[in-house]
């Protein structure tokens, strides 16, 4: 083998060791072949599958205590949970802080969870089923938002965090109109913010520091033509340029707000982009289906393959890690899905519309 290149070297990071684990993970993963056999399935036969699968020690452990849907989502979550874990264990120098900063993310899935859980009434271990245990935060803060009898709770009880300062300024907007948008947004604002902390403008681009930039930059640019289209389907009279997150190259915060309430334009400069070929059929999704949910999962599909795209490109660097992370979440939402979908009593081409299929 040849000598580290540039995107291998630097601060005792230990990127070929990983990046061979990681691989070996991903080869485990469900295919689309999986997805369509499952979606014909009942839950009973789901959860018989799973044990004949990776996610044997989860299904074993959980059995006497859960079945059926309950059964799929905790093991779901906690094999989840149990392959970022290692993921932490095997990463070393600034590689372990490119993941450890990364996997915040299910911190902010599950400030979010909790919240839409208050908003809407849903039972507290309804909301807990849906929690991924794969961030920082400890058992004993997760059971006490768990616990939080209000939004208000919610927000003093992440006084603390890296959520706490823009969570309270976005309280005062939500009592003022209502909807979860602002404290949603607040909560990726901040993730976003600290992910992107200390790191150069312009980093070499071959380098580590580079390639996960390059990476946060593609996810806050998704982010933001997400939460732009969001904003313009809400009928909420709110302001776009608040809900700009900063560190992508697609928008800056004037032109956010202005295409945040045409959908045409803002199409028009995706199409326009360096990310037109990955975004071409979620932007057709949009356009034919006119419909925001599965243009999010057509965008969901492009930040994979952007992902992947970029692991092809640099092998020996952050990006496979990364696409190993996006690939294991959409096997993780694409099965919770199909379980969901099954005891609701949908049909297979029903459930395959809800799928992140590449």
Same mark, same amino acid.
């Given at each position: ?96 802080? *490119? $993941? ?6 299910? @911190?902010?899935? +599950?400030?979010?969870?909790? !919240? /839409?859980?208050?908003? %809407? =009434? ?89 390639? *996960? $930039? ?6 806050? @640019?998704?982010? +933001?033509?997400?939460?732009? !289209? /969001?904003?313009?389907? %809400? =009928? ?123």
């Amino acid at each position: 083998m040849s000598g580290p290149t540039t995107a291998q070297s630097g601060q005792g990071s230990n990127y070929e060791y990983v990046i061979a684990r990681v691989r070996s993970r991903r080869s485990s993963l469900f295919d689309d072949d999986d997805y369509r056999k499952l979606v014909r399935m009942g839950t009973g036969e789901i959860a018989r599958f799973m044990e004949d699968t990776e996610y044997e020690t989860e299904m074993n452990a959980l059995g006497a205590r859960h079945s059926g849907v309950d059964l799929i989502e905790y093991a779901l979550n906690r094999n989840l949970a149990k392959h970022f874990d290692d993921l932490l264990d095997w990463s070393e120098g600034r590689l372990y802080d *490119y $993941v450890a900063r990364y996997l915040r993310k299910f @911190d902010a899935w +599950n400030v979010k969870t909790v !919240l /839409r859980g208050l908003y %809407s =009434g849903v039972d507290s271990s309804d909301v807990e089923d849906d929690l991924i245990r794969a961030g920082e935060f400890e058992d004993r803060r997760i059971e006490a938002l768990l616990n939080a009898g209000s939004v208000e709770d919610v927000v003093e009880l992440l006084d603390d965090t890296i959520f706490g300062e823009g969570l309270a300024a976005a309280y005062e907007v939500y009592e003022e109109t209502e909807t979860l948008v602002p404290l949603e947004n607040a909560v990726d604002r901040a993730f976003y913010e600290t992910l992107l902390e200390g790191l150069p403008d312009n980093p070499e681009i071959d380098s580590p520091t580079g390639l *996960y $930039v390059e990476f946060l930059t593609a996810e806050v @640019d998704f982010r +933001n033509l997400r939460n732009a !289209l /969001r904003l313009a389907r %809400s =009928g909420a009279d709110l302001d776009p340029s608040e809900y700009y997150i900063e560190g992508g190259k697609l928008f800056d915060e004037d032109s956010l707000a202005q295409l945040a309430t045409n959908v045409e334009g803002l199409v028009s400069r995706v199409r326009e982009s360096t990310y037109a070929d990955d975004l071409d059929a979620a932007l057709d999704a949009l356009a034919e289906a006119d419909n925001l949910i599965e243009f999010e999962r057509a965008l969901d599909a492009a930040l994979l393959e952007y992902a992947d795209k970029l692991s092809n490109r640099y092998p020996l660097s952050v990006c496979p890690v990364f696409s190993y992370i996006l690939a294991k979440e959409r096997e993780v939402d694409n099965i919770r899905a199909i379980a969901r979908g099954r005891e609701a009593g949908l049909g297979p081409d029903e459930i395959e519309q809800e799928l992140v299929i590449l």
